[in-house]
Structures are given as C-alpha cells and as structure tokens.
C-alpha cells in the first residue's frame, strides 16, 4: 500500500525557519517525481514545487523559489521541504505527492504562522 | 501562469442524477505529443486530494467509471453519472502541462 506520512508542521513565529518531512513507502520511492502542494484554510490548492527521481531536476513556483527548497533521500525515503522566512501568508496544510499527477497524496500537516 | 477557471462554484444533485463540472485555460493544453495535460481531483470533506482523471479522459486506478472526462484544448468537463452521497466534496481541474502547475478554484457538488 502506498503510503505518504507528513510530519513537522506545527506554530512557528513570523519570520522564522520550519523543515517538513514527508515518509514514503509502499512503493520505490526512487522510481518517482515527488511535489508539495499547499492549501490555506479554506482555500484551493496551490503548487509549491516538484523533484526529480535523483534530484537533479527542482522546479518552484516563482512566488516561492526564494523562502521554500525542496530536497530528498532516496536511502530515507523521505521527502523535504525546508520554509524560511515565514509569513501569516504561509498558513496552510502541506501536503506531499507522489508523481507528475499527483495520484497519491499524504493527509498534510498543518503549519500555522502565528506571533 | 496557467489560468485555470472552474464553473459553476458549487453544483446541488439529487441522487442518481448526473453532473457536470466545466474547467477552462487560458492557454491550450494540447503537447505536441498529443497529450491533453488536465487533471480532476476530489477532495472530500477533511480529506486529502484524489486524483480521479488524468490526462484529460484516462480514469484513475480505482476510480468508479461513473465518472468521466473529456474536452477540448482549453475546454474540460468531468462528468459524474448517477451520483451517489459518496461524490461530495470539491472538485479541482488541474493543468500540468507547464511549470509553475495551478489548479482551478474548485466546484463544490452537493447532495441534494
């Protein structure tokens, strides 16, 4: 079964840092493209960005390429996303996915920028 | 960007009726490759995204063939025959054809 386990949300200050973490397995996670998208509370769905099988290959969306990276390890089956300079704007679930079509989704974790 | 627009906001059926959900883009989503690069996602309440068509017609793996998409190079439409109370929730059409990838507003269904 196809899993995917977010992790490290939580409330964080306005300007400060924040890592999540997203555990495959179910499936060889080298085999595939991995993303994030994002969704503010009660808002649609929003692309964050997407790597490559041996991350040679990290696309963002412009708005973000400056504050967000992502990044993985295959040895880990983990997937990453390091935030910086976080803003009330920031406010969302993240949530992992799997491939270019998104066709597995983790259930997200909340990360709440809040003074 | 790819604007991707969604109509209607939200949509009320009765059961075992059928229902439509329109997308447009504001560029053609037709590769040269042939492929029509739009997708449609449910979100049922407090769950996580599901994709249910990919590339424009194809249905995902365990999705009911009740739904159905086709379309256009800038038209979509997912239909859903015979919707049944498990069907709420929202609707999302997304286009990955080019980076950065953007979805549509999402259409809510109902049950009536």
């Known amino acids: 079964e196809v899993k995917l386990v977010e992790s490290g949300g939580g409330l964080v200050q306005p300007g400060r840092s924040l890592k999540l973490s997203c555990a495959a397995s179910g499936f060889n996670f080298n085999d595939y493209w991995m993303g994030w998208v994002r969704q503010a509370p009660g808002k649609g769905l929003e692309w964050i960005g997407e790597?490559?099988?041996?991350?040679?290959?990290?696309n963002y969306t412009p708005s973000l390429k400056d504050k967000f990276t992502i990044s993985r390890d295959n040895a880990q089956n983990t997937l990453y996303l390091q935030m910086s300079k976080l803003g009330s704007e920031d406010t969302a679930i993240y949530y992992c996915a799997r491939g270019i079509a998104f066709a597995y989704w983790g259930q997200g974790t909340l990360v709440t920028v809040s003074s | 960007d790819i604007v991707m627009t969604q109509a209607p906001l939200s949509v009320s059926v009765t059961p075992g009726e059928s229902a439509s959900i329109s997308c447009r883009s504001s560029k053609s989503l037709l590769h040269s490759n042939g492929i029509t690069y739009v997708y449609w996602y449910l979100q049922k309440p407090g769950k996580s995204p599901q994709l249910l068509i990919y590339?424009?017609?194809n249905l995902a793996s365990g999705v009911p063939d009740r739904f159905s998409g086709s379309g256009s190079e800038t038209d979509f439409t997912l239909k859903i025959s015979r919707v049944e109370a498990e069907d709420v929730g929202i609707y999302y059409c997304?286009?990955?054809?080019?980076?950065?990838?953007?979805f549509g507003s999402g259409t809510k269904l109902e049950i009536k």
């Open positions: 590339r424009m017609s």
């Open positions: 997304g286009q990955l054809l080019e980076n950065p990838l953007t």
């Open positions: 790597i490559n099988k041996d991350s040679s290959t990290i």
